[in-house]
């Protein structure tokens, strides 16, 4: 504590020009204010003031101790400030946006129990495939499945996540089970398109990240369908895990070449950096959060999305 008030004390003699001004403002001698920066500056070895009857004076020791002091309080204010806030109640308009997939089956389900807690908070969600604008299009909050490559964006890990080459039985049995990326070019692959061209499938091989442009007969900008076709048996797809988990647990689909598997595609939830989050914001993602690390989350999900 003597050390802390040291500290501030230092601070606010700066602040104010001089140790009467500072003593005047907590109500105290300036004899007082005197003996604490004595005390500090014995602690510290260091000059930090030439001080006179007439003006005050940092030592260069003292000016570069000066900007780390005014950083560290001004981060335990907020520190205050943070805690503070999240004893309010979170209140306010809720943008979201979210790629159009995860969406409808892991953000809109969950909505309707976050408002029942927050019940002054409404939420406006837009589901989009493209990488939406954070700051320019005014979202609060975004939910990606990639890895984070924009600096003025906040990212918080939601939950784990890869994809994964999978397939039925049925067309396996039919068309062999492929053992290695070469083999892919013996298959109907079902591919995902963006703006006309095919986005390409990523996986490790031997240590290297590598993109495969693969072929097949059938292609979509919507993920969903390519799900709804890998199911009706028409070819390998490449799917989150989200999407496929409770297929593949039931044996309707099947992965392959998981040794192949390249890491990423996790999920966050993205903002514009602030110096006082909002706490609608922070209620939300950790509700997410929360809501993505219960126990057979995954497995669950897909199997209640039916029965809505």
């Not at 943070?82 to 995860?102: D, I």
């Not at 240590?207 to 369908?225: E, F, H, L, P, R």
């Not at 966050?268 to 126990?295: E, G, K, N, T, W």
């Amino acid at each position: 504590m003597d050390h802390f008030r040291q500290i501030s004390t230092f601070v606010e003699v700066i602040a104010r020009g001089s140790l009467s001004a500072a003593a005047r403002a907590e109500g105290i001698a300036p004899a007082m204010i005197g003996r604490r920066l004595d005390a500090l500056e014995a602690r510290l070895g260091v000059k930090l003031l030439q001080r006179t009857t007439r003006k005050l004076a940092l030592t260069d020791e003292g000016a570069a101790f000066l900007e780390d002091c005014q950083r560290i309080l001004a981060e335990l204010e907020e520190a205050e400030a943070a805690v503070s806030e999240r004893s309010a109640r979170a209140t306010g308009h809720l943008v979201v946006s979210a790629p159009a997939g995860f969406g409808r089956q892991h953000v809109a389900p969950l909505v309707p129990s976050f408002l029942a807690e927050h019940r002054e908070v409404s939420v406006n969600l837009n589901l989009s495939d493209r990488v939406v604008d954070v700051i320019g299009e005014g979202v609060d909050i975004a939910i990606r499945i990639a890895s984070l490559t924009d600096s003025n964006l906040v990212g918080v890990k939601l939950a784990d996540n890869h994809r994964v080459v999978v397939a039925t039985p049925g067309y396996l049995k039919r068309y062999g089970t492929p053992q290695t990326l070469d083999d892919l070019g013996k298959h109907n692959c079902l591919a995902i398109s963006s703006q006309g061209s095919q986005r390409g499938w990523t996986f490790r091989d031997h240590g290297k990240i590598v993109t495969m442009k693969v072929g097949g007969n059938m292609v979509c900008n919507d993920g969903a369908v390519l799900h709804d076709w890998a199911m009706a048996g028409r070819g390998l797809a490449w799917r989150s895990m989200w999407e496929v988990s409770s297929e593949i647990e039931s044996g309707l689909l099947v992965p392959v070449l998981e040794q192949f598997a390249a890491p990423g595609n996790d999920i966050y939830a993205v903002f514009a950096q602030r110096r006082h989050l909002p706490l609608r914001i922070r209620v939300f993602v950790d509700f997410l959060r929360h809501a993505y690390s219960q126990p057979d989350y995954w497995r669950n999900s897909l199997g209640k999305m039916r029965e809505i």
